[in-house]
């Protein structure tokens, strides 16, 4: 079946110290993105990817990065100069980055809750 | 930018009666989009609503979208419990061809029996 992977679900992370979260997808879906979600709160856009190699900041890009080598995957790296990183991380991917004759929905992966100690 | 607004925040009601929630949003989009998120979980697109006077039905769940009031309904009949969970509303900026969206804060609903 096609979906979104993203690894791992539950990741603890000490003050000062570089994470990595994982994004896979299998949907052969050119766009992808990270949203941040805080208890509460709605989504917001850290960073997306229309093609491979191109990526673009959201509103809340300071203190993360990404990088798209491959379709596939869309990895997201939470630096130690992001100051709250404490929240489930949601990656999503969708068939086009831009389009205005389709629906083009997004389909999100099952999420990474980071805590920080 | 776009600015989504969802009302209310947390909903309250009891099994077998009806409500609406509501989504505002601040700029010109041709289209918007539904999501339900049950706890702990990702989301899960409900509705696509792609121009004005949409309106898109699946089981007990109903949604509509005027882009001349900038406003998208949810409309829940009859509800179950298998309804509560936490509902977004989201759209595209504008201003251009991307689909990255912007969510609203989420409407809590919980259906007590």
């Known amino acids: 079946d096609g979906g979104i992977t993203q690894s791992p679900k539950y990741l603890f992370r000490k003050e000062g110290q570089n994470v990595t979260l994982s994004c896979e997808q299998n949907l052969n879906h050119d766009a992808m993105y990270w949203y941040r979600q805080d208890p509460g709160q709605g989504l917001r856009l850290i960073y997306y990817?229309?093609?491979?190699?191109?990526?673009q900041k959201g509103d809340i890009a300071e203190g993360y990065s990404v990088s798209r080598e491959k379709k596939e995957s869309f990895p997201l790296t939470v630096t130690s100069a992001q100051k709250n990183p404490t929240a489930f991380y949601l990656c999503?991917?969708?068939?086009?980055?831009?389009?205005?004759?389709?629906?083009?929905?997004?389909?999100f992966g099952a999420g990474s809750r980071l805590t920080v100690l | 930018e776009l600015k989504v607004e969802q009302n209310p925040l947390f909903l309250s009601m009891q099994e077998g009666k009806n409500y609406t929630i509501y989504c505002n949003y601040s700029?010109?989009?041709?289209?918007l989009y539904w999501y339900r998120q049950d706890p702990g979980k990702s989301l899960e697109s409900l509705f696509v609503l792609l121009s004005n006077g949409a309106v898109k039905q699946e089981g007990r769940l109903m949604a509509s979208l005027d882009t001349k009031a900038r406003l998208s309904t949810l409309h829940i009949t009859a509800a179950v419990h298998d309804l509560s969970a936490t509902y977004f509303c989201a759209g595209p900026p504008g201003g251009g061809a991307t689909n990255k969206l912007i969510f609203g804060t989420g409407t809590l609903l919980a259906v007590q029996p």
């Open positions: 700029t010109t989009s041709d289209r």
């Open positions: 990817s229309q093609i491979v190699n191109d990526f």
């Open positions: 999503a991917s969708s068939i086009e980055g831009s389009d205005y004759s389709g629906a083009n929905v997004l389909t």
